[in-house]
């Protein structure tokens, strides 16, 4: 199995990963007893996460435990003290982490987002893969996730899938 760096996420179909003031409300209504959306799968073939401060900040504020058997980087301009042993503050070049993690390991990156550490990675040639559900609504306003709401043209759309709920999953490889 190639080991890949896979930016996994959900925004609307305008292209935000968040509404107004960091909501994500509108990832709710698709929220259905028994559909993961291939979620369960994907995350066991990865050992190690990668995820902005903010959307970190974000996920614990919202009481949700993250990744506690992952071994998280949190991306960061400024280097915290974690007291978990699977967690670490980053602030060092990323692009040397992304290497050492694939030297690592035989299993997959995840890059949980937000927007500007997944656009700098995307930008740095860092995502191999986009695994990307795009929710059937707008929200007008909010967090952009790519520059004009599209994926970056060097990604190749490689498989579609449509679920009950009308989330549509795209997965694009690069």
């Known amino acids: 199995m190639k080991k890949q760096t896979i930016l996994y996420i959900a925004m609307s179909e305008d292209g935000f990963i968040a509404g107004e003031n960091d909501s994500l409300d509108f990832l709710n209504k698709f929220q259905m007893e028994g559909e993961d959306y291939g979620y369960s799968d994907f995350i066991q073939s990865v050992e190690f996460v990668v995820v902005g401060r903010k959307t970190y900040d974000k996920v614990l504020s919202m009481d949700y435990p993250y990744h506690e058997n992952k071994k998280v980087y949190v991306i960061s301009r400024s280097l915290k003290k974690s007291k978990k042993d699977n967690l670490e ?46 929710i059937p609504l707008k929200l007008v306003k909010g967090t952009l996730l790519f520059n004009k709401g599209a994926v970056a043209d060097k990604y190749e759309l490689k498989s579609t899938k449509e679920f009950s709920s009308g989330l549509k999953q795209y997965r694009y490889e690069l």
């Open 89 to 134: 503050y980053y602030n060092k070049d990323i692009t040397t982490l992304i290497k050492e993690l694939k030297n690592s390991t035989q299993k997959n990156i995840y890059c949980d987002g937000g927007a500007e550490l997944a656009l700098y990675m995307i930008t740095n040639n860092l995502i191999d893969q986009i695994i990307l559900s795009v």
